[in-house]
């Protein structure tokens, strides 16, 4: 009961550190907020895999530590230092922005809550806890994609990728934790050489448009 | 089917990384030899390799490589042939093409190097793609085919190309991830069923049949948004006219040829199999793919960029293969398959024909500022305006038998609108080829050579080899179609035999 406690009151604090992650301007902070949330869900892998005593969640955990909770942020924060510090200027105010997220986030998480059967008719998702679980792991995917939507920083927009692909983390947890562990190297490797690529870009984007400001990649729109 | 243990499937996926290993080892600045040299040797016993595997698996067996399940029916096998053979003519494009730009100082020999070494890591990227039996798999083998081709997008590291790059790596990504969702989707909900058999492609069948109604259609529909984006798909498309006309121009020739079908593969792979049990799939695959064939053929016909032409039109091409490939029935997938093999040639004959055109003026690209390079180029304008002509749709050329093909699937399947929009998308393709071959090759130059104007002579013998063998086998195809019948009809028994069993 204490460990299933446990895993709801993690989730929660996933979602916090993703809204840190979003929602805070300077770069390097938010990468912070990332790295975090990074290891608060290789918290969760741990915990998770004791519950339910699945040994192989605990390489699961390691490799997540590894590639997220050393890799990324290590890349991440590396190129923060080439670009300007404070992230070029959202849309919306900082207290609409957030007042307006947790919202959305109030409310996605609801539906998500009642509707998750569609997305998994599973019977391991009788217990709350992994429901709240999953609902949690989408809202964060909405997170992400709601930063790529909605912010015009190169770098910012990095980070939401990187909150998509740990939802995708605690999705595949959710609903396939029998995947072996080969697969989840590879796709994390995906992840980690993709992030790699666009921080490179972004850094040589800011080095010839003097601005890390995606709406002046213009070039091509003719 | 007598399934038989063969190490080839995975040579084709290691081979090209150790050449790509060779490459940054021993390619030396001053000697063409060890970069080009390594490069087309290692992708000449590749092409052979594959030969040798398509002709067991076209001779009946099913080849498996134990430990790393890679799986190779005829689908599988004929994806490998045109994934090498293309990679080794725009090799063989690129000796010339390159030696010009790092000429002119676009790029140096060090950056070739990466060029050369990245080309063939996307090669070994492809053929796993095509192989892998595992579905998870399938979608690593796509991305890393993304992120192989991410750095030769925005390899001359100009402004342009670095927005093509960034946006190309985003955005498939994010497209790509949804498909990961589908495919967990189906998997959580097959596997207190099947177990972990529900992860294989060859079960995808049973997959279809046994779970809940909701949680199939939405996976499809993940699966579908994300295989479009890597196709490139309206509204899916922003990367794709961006990234294939930044490129390189061989590179282009490989986007367009080769990366974009993976997209299809997989669809054929995955969704086709949905499609007998579930109606509701070859109505939504119909509906994005007509109105995506239109919107890009109308966006093409609007360019005045060469390239980006080509790109938008590349849209609504793949989109008949979608279309096709999403009824689901045989002569759908048939016809899929078909245009989808055309396409791949032409295509990549077109680019590379652009390419010979950029070589000769010196990287002209609009089609406003050209003119008149008939009389100078003349294998170069023959093997455009027969491309040009081949996508239209005109016979005796071998785009015509497919789309053919596919308009009497989508009679069959009663899609009545989706078949007016596919001829008509036709017609447009038709004309909007011929225009631009017109303008480029035909009409009078927009300065004349005089007044500083265009300078062009043949591309040397080495760059149009590639095109004559692209051009040669496009007016073999369309003349004698009974060479290929045989493997596209093992190929679509291969994508049906996997609802059946």
Redesign the interface.
């Known amino acids: 009961m204490i460990a299933g406690q446990t895993l709801v009151t993690l989730t929660m604090a996933i979602l916090m550190a993703s809204v840190a992650a979003v929602e805070i301007r300077k770069l390097r902070i938010a990468a912070w907020a990332y790295l975090t949330q990074s290891l608060l869900i290789c918290l969760l892998l741990i915990t998770y895999a004791w519950l339910t005593a699945n040994g192989s969640l605990y390489l699961w955990a390691a490799t997540c530590l590894l590639t997220k909770g050393i890799i990324i942020p290590w890349l991440l924060l590396r190129y923060i230092k080439r670009v300007p510090q404070i992230e070029h200027k959202p849309l919306l105010g900082f207290a609409l922005s957030v007042i307006l997220l947790g919202l959305m986030m109030v409310a996605l998480y609801r539906i998500f809550y009642r509707t998750i059967f569609i997305m998994a008719p599973v019977p391991a998702l009788l217990e709350t806890q992994v429901r709240s679980l999953l609902a949690g792991a989408c809202v964060v995917f909405c997170l992400g994609l709601w930063t790529l939507l909605s912010r015009r920083d190169v770098i910012k927009t990095v980070i939401g990728l990187g909150l998509m692909e740990n939802a995708v983390h605690l999705i595949l947890l959710a609903l396939a934790p029998q995947l072996k562990e080969t697969t989840m190297i590879g796709i994390l490797t995906n992840v980690v050489a993709a992030i790699f690529i666009l921080l490179y870009l972004s850094a040589d984007i800011y080095r010839l448009f003097g601005s890390t400001d995606s709406a002046r990649l213009s070039e091509l729109k003719r | 089917m007598a399934q038989s243990e063969s190490l080839l499937p995975l040579f084709l996926i290691l081979w090209p990384l150790f050449g790509a290993i060779l490459i940054q080892l021993f390619g030396q600045e001053r000697r063409q030899l060890t970069r080009e040299g390594i490069a087309i040797a290692v992708m000449g016993v590749q092409l052979a390799a594959a030969i040798a595997q398509s002709w067991s698996v076209f001779s009946g067996l099913l080849l498996i490589t134990a430990g790393s399940g890679l799986r190779v029916d005829a689908l599988s096998a004929l994806m490998g042939l045109l994934i090498n053979g293309i990679t080794l003519l725009v090799l063989i494009q690129s000796v010339r093409y390159m030696q010009k730009e790092e000429e002119h100082g676009f790029t140096s020999p060090r950056r070739l190097r990466l060029y050369y070494a990245l080309i063939l890591i996307f090669a070994g990227a492809m053929n796993w793609t095509v192989t892998t039996s595992?579905l998870?798999?399938l979608?690593?083998a796509m991305?890393?085919s993304?992120?192989a081709t991410?750095?030769l997008v925005?390899f001359y590291?100009?402004?342009?190309s670095?927005?093509?790059?960034?946006?190309y790596?985003?955005l498939v990504?994010?497209g790509m991830?949804f498909s990961?969702?589908g495919m967990?989707?189906l998997?959580?909900?097959a596997?207190?069923l099947l177990g972990?058999k529900a992860l294989l492609l060859n079960h995808m069948g049973e997959v279809a049949r046994l779970?809940?109604r909701?949680?199939a259609l939405?996976g499809v529909a993940f699966m579908t948004v994300g295989f479009a984006t890597k196709a490139g798909l309206v509204p899916f498309h922003a990367w794709l006219?961006?990234a294939h006309?930044?490129a390189p121009s061989p590179v282009s020739a490989l986007l367009s040829g080769l990366i974009i079908k993976l997209g299809a593969y997989a669809l054929a792979r995955t969704v086709t199999i949905f499609a007998p049990a579930w109606h509701g799939i070859p109505l939504f695959i119909a509906i994005l793919a007509s109105a995506s064939m239109l919107i890009g053929i109308i966006m093409a016909l609007v360019q005045d960029?060469l390239k980006r032409m080509l790109a938008f039109s590349s849209v609504s091409q793949i989109s008949y293969v979608f279309m096709g490939l999403g009824l689901g029935s045989y002569l759908g997938i048939y016809g899929g398959l078909f245009h989808l093999v055309n396409h791949t040639l032409i295509k990549a004959l077109l680019f590379l024909s652009t390419g010979a055109v950029m070589y000769a003026t010196g990287g002209v690209r609009r089609i406003s500022q050209l003119g008149g390079l008939a009389k100078t180029m003349p294998v170069t304008s023959f093997c455009f305006f027969l491309g040009a002509l081949a996508l239209g749709g005109l016979p005796p050329l071998n785009a015509f038998l497919s789309k053919f093909t596919l308009f009497i699937a989508l009679g069959e399947a009663r899609l009545w609108w989706a078949l007016v929009i596919a001829i008509l998308t036709g017609l447009l393709t038709l004309a909007c080829l011929v225009r631009a071959a017109y303008m480029v090759f035909w009409a009078p130059a927009a300065l004349p050579e005089e007044a500083g104007g265009l300078t062009a002579h043949e591309v040397p013998f080495l760059m149009y080899v590639s095109m004559a063998v692209l051009a040669g086998l496009s007016l073999l195809i369309g003349l004698f179609p009974n060479v290929l019948y045989p493997l596209l009809d093992s190929a679509t028994r291969a994508v049906l035999a996997v609802w059946i069993n």
């Open positions: 595992h998870i798999l979608y690593v991305e890393a993304t992120l991410a750095l925005a590291r100009k402004k342009a670095l927005e093509a790059g960034y946006k790596v985003l990504m994010v991830t990961l969702l967990v989707i998997f959580a909900a596997q207190p972990s779970i809940p909701k949680a939405l006219p961006d006309s930044e960029d």
